[in-house]
């Protein structure tokens, strides 16, 4: 949740993304995470739906 005077308020929600990759011997690297941020609400509309 965000409040901000000049974009006012907002609500978001983190996406993950998780891979993994295999070596040719069939064991298991590190898994690579990757996160991203998605605006699920910026108005009161908006916001009336998601609660």
Known sequence: FEDD???GHR???E???IE???FKKG???QPIISCQ???VA????EFQ???
């Open 11 to 13: 609500l978001y929600r």
């Open 20 to 22: 993994t990759k295999r």
């Open 49 to 51: 739906e998601v609660s």
């Open 27 to 29: 064991l298991p690297t």
């Open 37 to 39: 941020w998605e605006t």
């Open 5 to 7: 005077e000049i974009s």
């Open 15 to 17: 996406i993950r993304k």
């Open 42 to 45: 910026s108005n009161l509309d």
